[in-house]
T-cell receptor
Framework: DAGVTQSPTHLIKTRGQQVTLRCSPK?????VSWYQQALGQGPQFIFQ???????QRGNFPDRFSGHQFPNYSSELNVNALLLGDSALYLC?????????????FGSGTRLTVV | KNEVEQSPQNLTAQEGEFITINCSYS?????LHWLQQHPGGGIVSLFM???GKKKHGRLIATINIQEKHSSLHITASHPRDSAVYIC?????????????FGKGTKLSVKP
């Protein structure tokens, strides 16, 4: 049973470029949440997708956008990259409407903006 | 504003020692999570609890709802327990919530 798969694992981009990160949720999960973790900090919530719609959003600018596909996989897009966007981006999947709200995390994508 | 505070930030222990990591949160929650993050970055969920106490192997998690406080204990610590331990809260509000994380406690267990 595959867990959460994120790709790519590492990425280097230049300031001003755009990037797309991908996440495949755990089998049986239908909700995907994205988090940004700066070095030495706890993860910060970016947004959550369910039924192909953004359901909740954290305090991140519109440069951060996402998408969820019918197979529940998700993409995180960041436009006009800034040096401060360098971080580990984590995807977590979960299942809506279940009595036990567990989360499964991917290993993350480490983005470096130069 | 929801805030999750952890202490200590860094912890060094000798193999075999009993370890306690503390977590305080500021508002009512639906669940409190303890997670483990290794240097590679991946996060593993250890516990999710809304009351009382849970135990898994050498790990024990407790929560006191009235005091808005939770602790993670590791008995007979081992060097393989070295990792960052993160506390996170969820306030579901009737729907799938998101996690609000503490900054983590970096644990190093020396042989």
């Amino acid at each position: 049973d595959a867990g959460v798969t994120q790709s790519p694992t590492h990425l280097i981009k230049t300031r001003g470029q755009q990037v797309t990160l991908r996440c495949s949720p755990k089998s049986g999960h239908d909700t995907v949440s994205w988090y940004q973790q700066a070095l030495g900090q706890g993860p910060q919530f970016i947004f959550q997708y369910y039924e192909e719609e953004e359901r909740q959003r954290g305090n991140f600018p519109d440069r951060f956008s996402g998408h969820q596909f019918p197979n529940y996989s998700s993409e995180l897009n960041v436009n006009a990259l800034l040096l401060g966007d360098s971080a580990l981006y984590l995807c977590a999947s979960s299942a809506q409407g279940r009595a036990y709200y567990g989360y499964t995390f991917g290993s993350g994508t480490r983005l470096t903006v130069v | 504003k929801n805030e999750v505070e952890q202490s200590p930030q860094n912890l060094t222990a000798q193999e075999g020692e009993f370890i306690t990591i503390n977590c305080s949160y500021s508002v009512g929650i639906s669940a409190l999570h303890w997670l483990q993050q290794h240097p590679g970055g991946g996060i593993v969920s250890l516990f999710m609890l809304s009351s009382g106490k849970k135990k898994h192997g050498r790990l024990i998690a407790t929560i006191n709802i009235q005091e808005k406080h939770s602790s993670l204990h590791i008995t007979a610590s081992h060097p393989r327990d070295s990792a960052v331990y993160i506390c996170a809260e969820t306030n579901y509000g009737g729907s799938q919530g998101n996690l609000i994380f503490g900054k983590g406690t970096k644990l190093s267990v020396k042989p």
